[in-house]
Structures are given as C-alpha cells and as structure tokens.
C-alpha cells in the first residue's frame, strides 16, 4: 500500500519561505519520478516541480529559482524548499508518485498526498 503524507504548510508573509516534505511508504522514492502540485482556489491543479528517479529537477516557470524539489533517499521523504514566496503561491500542496518506475521522462501521477495548505499574506 502506497502512502504519501505531506507536512510543512502553514502562514508566511510575502518573501519568507517555508520547507514542505512528503514522507512516503509502500514506494521507494529514488525509482520513480516524484512530484508537487497545487490548487488555488477555482484554479485547476498544476505541477509545480517534479524529479525524475535519476535526478533530474524541473519547474514551472513561476517557480524557477525560487522552489527547489529534492529527495531523500533514506527518509523516502520528498521536499520542497519554497522561498520568495509570493502571495500567488497561496494554494493546498500535493505531493504525487509516478504510475511507472524509471521512467524516461516525465511523471503520471498515481498516489497522491492528502495535502497541506500554503497561505502567503501580502
């Protein structure tokens, strides 16, 4: 059984930052592409970053050089340093495992996290 469980949310004001992690069992993170999406309110959910099971980092656009996704592989833990955070980062943070082991490139999600909630204040 597949879980993923994210922490590290809460309140921050524009330009601080703050560490999500996504502890994950049933999986061993450095084989799959791992991932993080949000959803802001009346929005649809997007990809925010993903690293791949060799590695590879990439970004939305509105994240780069402000995110950093990273894993560990003996906490089978992902995370997500935020900083500059803006207030249009505001949104729930999901964390997401790939359906496919070693894949090439790029990431299908099939086990989700329950969430965790971002608040930027301006």
């Known amino acids: 059984q597949v879980q993923l469980v994210e922490s590290g949310g809460g309140l921050v004001q524009a330009g601080g930052s703050l560490r999500l992690s996504c502890a994950v069992s049933?999986?061993?993170?450095?084989?799959?592409?791992m991932g993080w999406f949000r959803q802001a309110p009346n929005k649809e959910r997007e990809t925010v970053a993903w690293?791949?099971?060799?590695?590879?980092?990439n970004y939305a656009e509105s994240v780069k050089g402000r995110f950093t996704i990273s894993r560990d592989g003996a906490k089978n833990t992902v995370y997500l340093q935020m900083n500059s955070l803006r207030p249009e980062d505001t949104a729930v943070y999901y964390c997401?495992?790939?359906?496919?082991?070693?894949?090439?490139?790029?990431?299908?999600?099939?086990?989700w996290g329950q969430g965790t909630q971002v608040t930027v204040s301006s």
């Open positions: 049933g999986r061993t993170v450095s084989n799959y592409a």
């Open positions: 997401a495992t790939d359906s496919q082991a070693h894949r090439d490139y790029g990431i299908a999600p099939a086990y």
């Open positions: 690293i791949s099971w060799t590695a590879n980092t």
